[in-house]
């Protein structure tokens, strides 16, 4: 069954197809953004979207939209609709009848007689970006007129207009190159069959982003235009358009966009359409292999990698773009630590992703290639050589206390004005059994290997570990775990943090616990489209995201739901049922296939509302909500066998 189909008769309605976004990325980085119509709503959209080495490698709105115009009888039609300052015009939404996101995004316009067809298409590998136009039907002679709006600024901010915007336009072979400011690349703006190219250098005041204005952003901004291109057209013709950062010979446009849309396929299935969604996370840049955390305005990230990577990569069987992304976050290693964001349980992410690694390779293989982290990051966490020293174990306890005065060190992270809205001091229950389950697992494939040098040092910690976890964080009273321990007094908020406890592959509670936790969590935090990061009971629970980033950073972590976190209660009720909970897995997946024609159309956001129905929000496309739902089939499947 066709999980991308869309409803014909809605897609003039405003309502419907504003709420629907689409992505297309060119896995090098770049990236198209924008709803099913083309009308920008974010300050994130764009049609061409790239990195820029000369800033920070930090990605740039080059090209922000392309007017069409059909022309009959001198009469002008316009197919593109813009919101100015609460008014929209054009309103060329109306004439659209018809939208396929596979294999290329479609867009099919009708206007009285004429019928045509655009075919939006991201060259991979390739900062290029191509649009073919075909005149399906005709019965008069028609004119196309085409009209890019620049922006060359970051995807961060907006533009207006200004004096330092070099205006003019430079001629190349069947079009003109363009470049707003110094520092950037020319933007080569080329079509085939020629077109002509007139100049009209102007700027266009007062574009308003409507979800800029729901999350309580700065939402206006100026776009200039320096031109058009227009041709006439042929029924049954089609012309393409290109935008590039690169010289491109226009005769070969045409061969260029059949040999790239061959290479794409339809998406039929919830899981083959999250497979897609799933590589357009995977960037090859400047010669490294990297893991985008979501789009649109995400970067690689240690810890979302350390999550999402199996999901996106080993359940499609790609071991080797696995092992060149993880090499990618190993070689950015230093003390201990990934990156340059103080965190508790990034780098216990990492033993997570090895003992996937570990799963399709071997443990000798896994351990004799990554040793060396390993150990570095052991000891750092062990001799707290972390920055201030705010990380460390206790040695009495084996377990890592993390402090650091109002700065969150765990997932939960969010500060409001330099204030956390979670701190979670002291002893963390999530980074505690990630903790365990490092060591534990280290020691394990240290036995296997015979690695006596490691040995003599790590094999007693697993069990001075597990013994004080139970000790510390297990409430007998109440039948669950703390979700944190500070200064001797024990956190009881019903969070996720504690499914850890029991999904992790190394635990250290008693079955009848692990029984417990994954009860109190189905219970109080279990949704259909994850798990929520507080009890709906609890009198912080906030079951909306919604407002300005004050609003929403205030509920991020207090109900909102997380999907990446339902891979890790599926696991643990694996563990504690068997095959016999694969139903109950199977409708989990079933449950997202109309998320795919919302929001980010083919993906899986970031988040849900705490509340039913479960209103999405956040990234329109996350990796470790992708990778979950991909990861929770592949367990499916083993559990089917």
């Known amino acids: 069954m066709a999980v991308l189909h869309f409803d014909k008769a809605q897609l003039g309605n405003l ?31 764009g049609l061409m979207v790239c990195p820029v080495g000369g800033f920070d490698d930090e990605d740039y709105v080059l090209l922000s939209a392309l007017d069409e115009t059909i022309i009959q009888h001198d009469q002008e039609f316009h197919l593109a609709i813009h919101r100015y300052r609460g008014n929209w015009e054009p309103r060329g939404h109306k004439y659209i009848t018809d939208f396929f996101y596979t294999p290329t995004p479609t867009i099919t316009y009708r206007v009285g007689g004429v019928v045509l067809k655009k075919e939006l298409l991201w060259v991979h590998s390739r900062e290029q970006l191509l649009i073919r136009y075909t005149l399906v039907e005709a019965h008069s002679k028609t004119f196309l007129r085409l009209r890019p709006f620049l922006a060359f600024r970051s995807r961060h901010s907006l533009s207006k207009a200004n004096m330092n915007a070099d205006m003019h336009n430079y001629p190349i072979e069947n079009g003109v190159k363009n470049r707003l400011y ?6 080569n703006l080329q079509t085939w069959p020629k077109a ?6 102007y700027w266009h005041y007062n574009f308003e982003y409507l979800r800029e204005i729901e999350r309580g952003y700065d939402s206006v901004e100026d776009l200039p235009t320096l031109g058009y291109f227009e041709t006439e057209i042929q029924k049954g013709e089609s012309i393409i358009f290109s935008a590039s950062t690169e010289d491109v010979n226009p005769t070969e446009l045409e061969a260029l966009f059949s040999s790239e849309l061959a290479k794409r396929t339809e998406k039929n299935e919830i899981i083959e359409t999250l497979e897609h969604s799933s590589n357009q996370f995977l960037i090859s840049y400047k010669g490294g292999s990297m893991l985008n955390a979501g789009y649109p305005w995400y970067n690689p990230r240690s810890r979302e990698t350390f999550i999402a990577l199996a999901g996106c990569t080993l359940t499609q069987g790609n071991v080797e773009r696995f092992k060149n992304v993880l090499d990618h976050h190993v070689g950015r290693l230093h003390n201990g630590m990934f990156g340059h ?12 992703a090895l003992q996937r690694y570990a799963e399709v390779t071997s443990d000798e293989k896994t351990w004799n290639t990554y040793k060396d982290s390993i150990i570095e990051v052991l000891d750092t966490y062990y001799n ?14 084996g377990l890592i206390y993390s402090m650091l005065p109002n700065k969150p060190l765990t997932w939960m992270n969010v500060c409001i004005n330099g204030a956390p809205i979670n701190q979670r ?10 903790w365990y389950n490092a060591v534990a697992w280290s020691v394990d494939v240290a036995s296997k290997v015979k690695d006596k ?17 139970v000790d510390t964080f297990w409430m007998p009273e109440r039948n669950y775990l703390a979700d944190y321990v500070y200064e001797g007094a024990k956190n009881v908020d019903i969070r996720p943090n504690q499914i850890f406890a029991v999904s992790l592959d190394f635990s250290p509670l008693s079955t009848a616990q692990k029984g417990a936790v994954v009860d109190i969590v189905k219970a109080h935090l279990l949704t259909k489209r994850g798990l929520r990061t507080l009890s709906p009971h609890n009198p912080e629970y906030r079951g909306t995201y919604m407002g ?24 643990a009720s694996y563990k504690l049922r068997g095959k016999s909970f694969t139903i109950e897995a199977e409708d989990m997946i079933a449950a997202f296939e109309e998320d795919l024609l919302s929001y980010g159309v083919g993906s899986i956001p970031e988040l849900y509302d705490g509340d039913p129905p479960h209103r999405p929000g956040g990234a329109i496309s996350y990796a470790p909500s992708v990778g979950a739902i991909l990861t929770i089939q592949q367990l499916i499947n083993r559990n089917k066998k």
């Open 182 to 187: 110094d520092g950037f690349p020319w933007l």
């Open 425 to 434: 001091p002291g002893y963390a229950v999530d980074v505690n059994a990630l």
């Open 453 to 469: 040098e490691f040995l003599e040092r790590w094999k007693e910690i697993p069990d001075l570990i597990a013994r004080n976890f």
């Open 196 to 201: 002509e190219y007139i100049g009209a250098p």
């Open 384 to 397: 707290g050589m972390t920055p201030y020293g705010c990380i460390h174990m206790n040695n009495e306890t």
């Open 341 to 352: 964001h103080l965190a508790a349980d990034t780098q216990l992410w990492f033993f997570w």
């Open 15 to 45: 309502e419907y197809s504003l709420d629907r976004e689409m992505l297309s990325t060119n896995r090098a980085g770049g990236y198209m953004s924008t709803t099913i119509i083309c009308c920008n709503t974010r300050k994130y959209h």
């Open 548 to 571: 300005n980033q004050i609003s929403r950073d205030r509920v991020l972590h207090n109900g909102t739901v997380f999907p990446w976190l339902l891979e890790h209660y599926v696991r």
